[in-house]
């Protein structure tokens, strides 16, 4: 009881929400695809780590439903066959070697392998507020993965990282990367804008046919803008990276100021965070989520064990060494130069 209780309190302090949808989604594969962005590309420019369901493929066609193709899902919502990908992060020892930093379950979710938790949440405060849930072929992309300067990361409001000082830290969000060793690892915090122009399902920045309230934010219940007039949940990731193997300021750079982690897209700023997504939701499923204003556990939806969630992978299409110590960054050969 106490632990359930202690997990609630988690996600209240978080979101500060009275109705959200917060579960685990345990590492789908590890590789160098990127449906969304790169759709026919593989390899695509840089690492992902994707979770949810298995019918991620180099092209997701938003013609066919990830629930028509999926068989299963890491995710602990049994018909959520969405996928959910980040860059991945890196360690840069004094050498110019790196290491692949790996994640670690959430609180509340400790029997998963790796990947992120995932929240649903349809507003904030006490008073309801209806939201319109993502359709088939919904996709979106925030943050930009070239972005390397204060002013490109403040474009997307919501895009942090908190240095945790123990699993329950939820304070001291930044916008660039930590500058002094984390106690428990390092989360990134990915939200979405939560308004929707209600015609396009996808645009070809994959961002254009989503906004953040015109005033104010989500949290304080900010009208939507009249180009994109429909609330939809706010979608957050948490990702928290166990950077703790290489606290040790000995292989730390030897500049003051300076840390040691890159995503797999070069950046070492924290600035070019980004999160895709691709819904895949099973019939009506997260619409009823929403309308029943679920807190945290959801009855009136299909569930299932974190175990068996983490029975689902997939092989890698892309053949590559991404673990152990490595002279260069996956794809780094692609990259834009923007390091």
Excluded at 190 to 201: A, E, I, M, S, Y
Aim: hydrophobic share 30%; charged share 20%.
């Amino acid at each position: 009881m106490y632990r359930t209780r202690g997990i609630i309190a988690l996600a209240l302090m978080v979101s500060g929400a009275d109705a959200l949808l917060r579960f685990s989604c345990s590492q789908l594969v590890v590789e160098r695809l990127d449906p969304l962005v790169n759709p026919g590309s593989a390899p695509s420019p840089h690492l992902h780590q994707i979770v949810g369901g298995n019918a991620f493929n180099i092209s997701m066609d938003p013609k066919t439903p990830p629930p028509s193709l999926a068989t299963c899902t890491t995710c602990t919502f049994a018909d959520d066959f969405s996928n959910y990908w980040t860059a991945v992060l890196y360690f840069k020892a004094r050498n110019g070697s790196y290491h692949r930093v790996p994640q670690k379950p959430n609180v509340g979710f400790e029997q998963a392998t790796g990947g992120m938790t995932i929240y649903y949440t349809p507003y904030i405060g006490s008073t309801k507020s209806s939201v319109t849930a993502f359709q088939p072929g919904f996709r979106m992309l925030i943050g930009q993965q070239g972005g390397r300067t204060l002013e490109e990361a403040q474009k997307y409001r919501q895009l942090t990282y908190t240095c945790l000082k123990d699993p329950m830290t939820r304070t001291g969000e930044t916008k660039d990367m930590p500058t002094q060793p984390c106690p428990a690892g390092i989360m990134s915090n990915v939200r979405f804008p939560t308004c929707w122009d209600g015609k396009n399902l996808d645009s070809p920045d994959h961002t254009s046919h989503i906004a953040y309230p015109s005033s104010g934010t989500f949290e304080s219940n900010g009208p939507c803008p009249s180009t994109h007039p429909v609330k939809i949940p706010q979608l957050f990731y948490e990702v928290i990276w166990d950077t703790t193997p290489f606290n040790d300021k000995a292989l730390w750079p030897e500049k003051s100021g300076q840390q040691p982690f890159v995503w797999s897209q070069g950046d070492s700023t924290g600035y070019g965070s980004h999160g895709d997504y691709v819904f895949g939701w099973k019939d009506n499923a997260l619409q009823k989520a929403m309308d029943t204003n679920c807190n945290i556990n959801c009855p009136q939806l299909k569930s299932q064990s974190i175990a068996v969630g983490n029975k689902c992978v997939k092989q890698t299409q892309v053949k590559e060494t991404i673990d152990g110590w490595v002279d260069h960054l996956p794809g780094e050969e692609h990259m834009e130069g923007r390091k």
